[in-house]
Structures are given as structure tokens and as C-alpha cells.
């Protein structure tokens, strides 16, 4: 591989989820107050709209769906396994592999979204190459167990002919089982293919058995065994309970998955690590896909019902890193966005405001605080989790044809108490 430094970005840390002490300083920006103080030309007459602000109102959002008419609710497909769609890892990975994970009192985890390439595979190679570098230590406690996908796997429209370029091909080599969430790309429809919403999805993640599906063609990859489009992964050190916020702006979710989400909450089991993945983020500080606050509403209101708050929230669909501290039920949690796994060369760039103000940052009238972001580098998760703490790090890494140093350096970490 070749080998530089660490990309530029806005600012390297490492922090604990909670900090003992005297009160921080937080920077609050009052976005309603930036905007009117700013004389802007040609505005646009009536009726009309031009672009979108990299500025939010806040950190969350309520979305108009009326104004997203290509991107509907789409009616989900029945499940391929049993309620409550519970998948066991020891079902996947080997007797010896999970005893490795029991013994070392230790379990690491690939995390990232928004990977199709569907301009140019380069990035998402890029960033899968730097991903199995992971994988080299002559100490296999350190060596992910898998990689959980945080949605949109294929662009545009989950289409079967891009799952081989956009998923089989790039992630080939990458040593360890995928599993996925969907991102509302994989749940669009393309009228031209006649495929149903999520129907590649389910194929190449949700399969009754581990098959090896015609669109892997030459990679040796098999279909994973997830039992629902929603569903919860077990593990001998986290549980992760896994959504599907649909293809709306903002996300939706109805009845009966909410109805799933609170009995998944109170079931997980208590003093085990707690994570809760959704593709479409609950803060956000870019304006084109801000937070959601519906979708932070729902999630508060089922931990409520449950009495149990998730350790972390991760999220993609925004293409860039965010971490935030969030708030649900009472409970600071981290709320990360990861989502520049290489759908592209250009990533969501905030707003220059971001990059002049120090951190943390707050919104006035929003929830959550911005911790940490990187809009400049494409990159990945790495969670190390035991049976007290996680910690999450984010590895930005180079472009491609950059040489690097290895391992790469984290640009951002905390660490995050269990329970």
C-alpha cells in the first residue's frame, strides 16, 4: 500500500463521553441571526427556490415530505426469518472466533455508511484497503469481527446490476462478514429495472440461507442471513439493534417497527454495550440533510416506554463525519454520523461558520452539541468494545495515490461507559 500524514481536517481529539467537573465551553450560533445579518444577491422571486443552505436552522429538523416527492414511503417487504428478527453472531463466525471474543474480554467492529461508488469505485476501494489493514496485527483479539454497514450500499437505487461493482467487487478482500442496515438509496426504486423496493436488499443481506447469489459473480462472498430489513444482532459483548428509517427525508418510522424498537430496548440484555443504528441521523450540521428531530422523537419516546437508552447511536446518510453529544430520555448519548465510506470524491461540506467557530458547538432552539466533524476526508469507524466502554474512533484516510505512514493515526476517539 502506498505510504502520509493524516488528512487535513478541522481538529484531532480524544474524549471521554463523561467529563467530571466544572461546566465546558460550548459555542452557540444562532443560525436565524447569521442569515439576516448577511445581505445575499439575487434572491429568488416568488415561488422559487435555488439551492439549499449548508447552514442549518438547527441541529434538527422537521422535513416537509411533500417537498422530497421522489423519495416516498415505500411499504416494506416481509421478512425472510422469524420475530423478533434476532440473528446471533455465532451463527456466522466460527466456534474459535467467538471464543476469542469471550476470552480477550474485548470485541472490534468496522462501522460506515454511504459506500456506492456509482460514479467511480475508487474511494470506496480506497477506504476498504486502509479497513483490512486492521486486520494485521499478530493478535487476532484485535482484528474486527465484522463490519456493520450504516446504509445506502447501492446507489441509486439499490439496483442488482450495481450490487457486484458497488458492493461484491470493492469490499472482495475485506476478511470479515458484512452486515447492513438500509440507507433510503437501497429502498428506492429505478421504474427502468422493475425490481420492488429493498428487493436486492434482501437478497444479498436478508437471505434464508448463506447462498451465493448470481451478482457476487467472481467474489465469494455470501448473502447474509438477516432475518428483517429491521433486526437485532447479538453479540457476546453488544447488542445492536438495527433500523430502517425508509426513503423520506428525515426517515419514518411506522407502527409496528416502533412497536419492535420498544420490546428490542427492553430486552437487550442489562451491563452488555447497547448500540442503535439508523441510517438517517438524529443531529446534523449540514444543511442539506439536517437532523431529524421526528426520528429523535420516536427513538426518545421508545426508550422511555422501555426504560432503556442506547450507549451510541450511529448514522449515515449525511457524506462526511459528525459526532455529536445527544440527549435521549434524560441520558447523554453520542450520536455519530459516519458516513463517508467513498459513495463519491466530493463529500458534504459544512457550512464555513463550522469551520470558523471553535468547538464544541451548540445550535439556539436545537438539541445536541457538535463534538468533532471531518468534511474533508473520507473514512471509517473502528468501535473496540468490552464489557465496560466503548471506544469509537474515526479513521480519516488519505486520498487515493497519497502515501500513508500505517497504521493511520485517529482523528477523533471518545470513549463511551457501558450502561
Known amino acids: 500500500m502506498p505510504k502520509t500524514s493524516k488528512p487535513a481536517a478541522k481538529k484531532a481529539k480524544s474524549t471521554s463521553s463523561k467529563k467530571p467537573g466544572k461546566p465546558r465551553k460550548v459555542t452557540t450560533i444562532d443560525a436565524a441571526q447569521l442569515l439576516a445579518s448577511v445581505k445575499h444577491h439575487p434572491g429568488p422571486g416568488n415561488g422559487r427556490a435555488f439551492s439549499a443552505s449548508r447552514l442549518p436552522e438547527s441541529f434538527q429538523t422537521v422535513i416537509d415530505p411533500n417537498k422530497n416527492p421522489p423519495q416516498p414511503f415505500r ?84 439496483e442488482t446490476a450495481n450490487y457486484y461493482p458497488e458492493f461484491y467487487e470493492p469490499y472482495m478482500t475485506y476478511p470479515g462478514p458484512i452486515f447492513a442496515i438500509p440507507g433510503n438509496h437501497d429502498g428506492d426504486i429505478d421504474p427502468l429495472t422493475k425490481e420492488t423496493t ?49 426513503c423520506p427525508e428525515g426517515g419514518v418510522l411506522k407502527a409496528d417497527q416502533i412497536a419492535w424498537l420498544e420490546s428490542e430496548l427492553e430486552a437487550a440484555p442489562a451491563g452488555m454495550a447497547l448500540i442503535l443504528a439508523v441510517h438517517h441521523p438524529l443531529y446534523s450540521a449540514y444543511g442539506a440533510h439536517p437532523g431529524s428531530q421526528p426520528m ?22 449525511v457524506h462526511d463525519y459528525q459526532r455529536f453529544t445527544g440527549a435521549l430520555n434524560g441520558k447523554s448519548v453520542p450520536c455519530i454520523i459516519a458516513g463517508a465510506g467513498g459513495y463519491n470524491l466530493r463529500l458534504h461540506t459544512l457550512s464555513k461558520v463550522f469551520h470558523a467557530t471553535p468547538l464544541p458547538i451548540a445550535m439556539k432552539g436545537s438539541g445536541g452539541v457538535l463534538e468533532n466533524f471531518n ?38 476517539s471518545v470513549t463511551i461507559p457501558v450502561g
Open 75 to 158: 411499504a416494506l417487504p416481509p421478512p425472510t426469518g422469524k420475530a423478533p428478527y434476532r440473528l446471533s453472531l455465532d451463527t456466522v463466525l466460527s466456534a474459535q472466533a467467538i471464543q476469542t471474543i469471550e476470552t480477550s474480554g474485548q470485541m472490534v467492529v468496522h462501522a460506515v455508511g454511504d459506500t456506492g461508488g456509482v460514479n467511480t469505485a475508487t474511494y470506496i476501494e480506497n477506504v476498504a484497503t486502509y479497513m483490512e489493514d486492521d486486520f494485521s496485527s499478530s493478535d487476532p483479539s484485535t482484528h474486527p469481527s465484522f463490519f456493520y454497514h450504516l446504509g445506502d450500499v447501492v446507489y441509486y437505487d439499490g
Open 198 to 246: 429493498l428487493q436486492e436488499f434482501v437478497r444479498n443481506f436478508c437471505a434464508p440461507s448463506p447462498v451465493h447469489q448470481p451478482e457476487a459473480m467472481d467474489a465469494p462472498r455470501d448473502a447474509m442471513t438477516q432475518p428483517n430489513v429491521y433486526w437485532t444482532l447479538q453479540t457476546p459483548l453488544a447488542t445492536f439493534i438495527g433500523l430502517y428509517s425508509n
Open 296 to 317: 429523535h422523537n420516536v427513538i426518545q419516546s421508545a426508550c422511555q416506554k422501555a426504560d432503556r437508552v442506547p450507549d451510541l447511536v450511529l448514522s449515515g446518510h
Open 375 to 412: 468534511d474533508s476526508a473520507h473514512g471509517y469507524l473502528r468501535l473496540t468494545i468490552t464489557r465496560k466502554t466503548i471506544l469509537c474512533e474515526y479513521i480519516a484516510v488519505p486520498e487515493p495515490g497519497v502515501s500513508a505512514t500505517l497504521p493511520l493515526k485517529t482523528f477523533d
